[in-house]
T-cell receptor
Framework: AQSVAQPEDQVNVAEGNPLTVKCTYS??????LFWYVQYPNRGLQFLLK??????LVKGSYGFEAEFNKSQTSFHLKKPSALVSDSALYFC??????????????FGRGTQLTVWP | SAVISQKPSRDICQRGTSLTIQCQVD?????MFWYRQQPGQSLTLIAT?????????ESGFVIDKFPISRPNLTFSTLTVSNMSPEDSSIYLC????????????FGPGTRLTVT
């Protein structure tokens, strides 16, 4: 069965420091992995995705994520955090076929707080 | 990317009443989804809205409680029927691409409070 785990409910980091938001997944086939961000009172915005190829993918707002197949992880990173990055971040996974075509499985979300 | 609008953006409703949420997309899409996001929780898929046929509901969600319409490839509605305070949530419309490698896009959500 497909599932996503975000082990940290909250991540706090000082502005200018690097940030990491963790995500691990479980799928039966090849994984397609996504990160979304949700600002207060807004819908989810797509940040980046991993489909195949280079394990390091770059996305919007300076974010990047590293796919690690052996550790079944897809951690979100940013070299230098901004206060404006403070938001709720969701990791999601979809596998490459079967009856779950089209459906995303979401993690519980990680609240990122960047303080000045 | 698709631009998605939802109406209403928020509402406060009384117990026992129903609310219909509209979702409009600026382009034709095959896959449309309805999610619920309860306070402090992740997204839960309610159903997939299929054009020209009945919606496909996830476990725990039934058509009588959450009837869905999908009259064309750009529009869908979700009705929350006979509401109770437990239905207080954000309801999100989402659209998908042509296959599993495509990201989904989300509407701004409808914040529903049931008193």
């Amino acid at each position: 069965a497909q599932s996503v785990a975000q082990p940290e409910d909250q991540v706090n980091v000082a502005e200018g420091n690097p940030l990491t938001v963790k995500c691990t997944y479980s799928v039966s086939g090849n994984p397609y992995l996504f990160w979304y961000v949700q600002y207060p009172n807004r819908g989810l915005q797509f940040l980046l995705k991993y489909i195949t190829g280079d394990n390091l993918v770059k996305g919007s707002y300076g974010f990047e994520a590293e796919f690690n197949k052996s550790q079944t992880s897809f951690h979100l990173k940013k070299p230098s955090a901004l206060v404006s990055d403070s938001a709720l971040y969701f990791c999601a996974v979809r596998d490459d076929g079967g009856s779950t075509l089209g459906r995303l499985y979401f993690g519980r979300g990680t609240q990122l707080t960047v303080w000045p | 990317s698709a631009v998605i609008s939802q109406k209403p953006s928020r509402d406060i409703c009384q117990r026992g009443t129903s609310l219909t949420i509209q979702c409009q997309v600026d382009s034709q899409v095959t896959m449309m989804f309805w999610y619920r996001q309860q306070p402090g929780q992740s997204l839960t898929l309610i159903a997939t809205a299929n054009q020209g046929s009945e919606a496909t509901y996830e476990s725990g969600f039934v058509i009588d409680k959450f009837p869905i319409s999908r009259p064309n490839l750009t529009f869908s509605t979700l009705t929350v029927s006979n509401m109770s305070p437990e239905d207080s949530s954000i309801y999100l419309c989402s659209v998908g691409g042509k296959g599993p490698t495509y990201e989904q896009y989300f509407g701004p959500g409808t914040r529903l409070t049931v008193t």
